[in-house]
């Protein structure tokens, strides 16, 4: 297989970084900072992004795209992701949100939905885990009851990402059976300022408004909020988690790092303990293995191989191997410095130390590792699941 990305690619690539490069500010960490302005940068940002034709690239033209490829996308998503993910939480909406609608939706959900992302106006959150549904995703108790014409939610969902910024939520919740209707879990397309929605913010080291508590109080849900239908909500989950896992390219800012640094150490990388070059360089084969097994999985999603979900959770297991591997090898390298805070006077603006704190996560956000693991080996073995990974 050719993974080049030939004229067309290399020039969208360039004109990306020249973007980046003009619109942000030098030491962007991304959108969710102390700073208020790096919100409002990343706001902006879409924007441009979208009026450009750049933000929805391989979307269908009918949806606000511009029919580009996958693999179009794919260089988006690492220039965005290389240089700390300049579209803040919009990247939730074009990578799984926006194609989860566009395959499962009505033609009004579509309508609704589709136009706000691809013009970069509008956040989601995903309302999936629970207190007691993370890896076990399918055990999830927050309950739909119907109610005349449609349906009350009630139910805790937890580790909710950007839920105090998002205009929507894309909600999973458990129909009860009733009469003949068999009920099961059902995804809601639910605006987050719908009475009876509270979110809390959660402090972690990932930095302001990104982890959230959200509590659903009797919240009400008309019948065409409901995407995929009635106990349709495992086969969309499925879907949703194969897009979202491909989608964050968190080995192209593991290269782009380890390259700042080896540049920043040249005359004097000779004098780095031998451990430290080797430690670098197998760093940097472990970056390129996850690379190529991120374009094998977008290659088999190209060609509508059923293989793209195992091939994500393959993909997913290496990029987040090797986005902790590169974290530790950067701190082993710059040593005490990488702690030295963020801002004009810290080395690399704080970037190493920044990449550190995401990259420990990286291995429990969109399904735990050991977990994406079991998918991988029950493919292999011919099982089916049903926990979050499968
Ligand atoms: C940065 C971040 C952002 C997130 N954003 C969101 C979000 O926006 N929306 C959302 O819904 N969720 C979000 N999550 C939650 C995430 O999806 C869950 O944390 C994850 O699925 C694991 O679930 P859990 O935390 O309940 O851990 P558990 O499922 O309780 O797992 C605990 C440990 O047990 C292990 N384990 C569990 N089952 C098995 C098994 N079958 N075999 C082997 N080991 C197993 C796990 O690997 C893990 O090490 C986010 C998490 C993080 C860290």
Same mark, same amino acid.
């Given at each position: 297989m050719d993974y080049e990305f030939g004229e067309e690619g290399n020039q969208l690539r360039s004109l990306l970084r020249e973007l980046i490069h003009e619109r942000m500010p030098p030491g962007f960490l991304g959108?969710?900072?102390?700073?208020p302005e790096d919100l409002a940068i990343t706001q902006r940002f879409c924007k441009e992004l979208a009026a450009r034709g750049?933000?929805? +690239?391989?979307?269908p033209e009918e949806f606000g795209g511009q029919a580009g490829s996958l693999w179009d996308q794919t260089v988006v998503r690492e220039e965005m992701w290389a240089h700390h993910e300049p579209r803040g939480a919009q990247y939730m909406g074009l990578n799984w949100v926006g194609p989860s609608i566009m395959e499962f939706g009505t033609e009004h959900q579509k309508a609704v939905h589709l136009p706000p992302i691809a013009a970069g106006e509008r956040i989601w959150c995903q309302g999936f885990s629970e207190p007691d549904a993370g890896?076990?995703?399918?055990?999830?108790?927050?309950r739909a009851i119907p109610e005349g014409d449609g349906w009350r939610i009630s139910g805790q969902k937890i580790w909710t990402s950007y839920a105090e910024m998002a205009g929507y939520c894309f909600l999973a919740a458990r129909v009860p059976e009733t009469g003949d209707e068999p009920g099961g879990i059902t995804i809601f397309l639910i605006p987050m300022d719908r009475e009876g929605i509270e979110v809390r913010p959660i402090r972690s080291m +990932?930095?302001?408004?990104h982890l959230n508590e959200c509590f659903f109080d009797n919240v009400w849900a008309s019948a065409d909020e409901i995407l995929g239908g009635v106990g349709g909500g495992s086969k969309v989950i499925r879907r949703t988690l194969s897009y979202e896992r491909v989608g964050i390219a968190r080995y192209a800012r593991c290269d782009r790092l380890l390259s700042l640094l080896s540049r920043s150490l040249e005359g004097t990388w000779d004098t780095l303990p031998p451990a430290l070059r080797t430690r670098w360089n197998k760093a940097l084969i472990k970056v390129r293995t996850a690379r190529l097994l991120a374009y094998r999985c977008v290659a088999a999603q190209v060609r509508g191989d059923a293989t793209s979900n195992t091939l994500a959770s393959v993909a997913r297991v290496a990029v987040t191997q090797c986005d902790q591997e590169v974290a530790e090898t950067l701190m082993q390298v710059l040593g005490h410095r990488t702690l030295e805070g963020a801002g004009a006077d810290a080395p690399f603006y704080g970037a190493m130390e920044d990449h550190w704190r995401y990259a420990q996560a990286s291995t429990v956000a969109a399904g735990a590792i050991e977990v994406q693991r079991e998918t991988v080996a029950r493919s292999v073995l011919g099982r089916a699941s049903g926990s979050r990974a499968s």
């Open positions: 959108a969710f900072t102390d700073d750049l933000l929805t +690239l391989s979307w890896s076990d995703l399918f055990a999830l108790s927050t +990932l930095g302001r408004h």
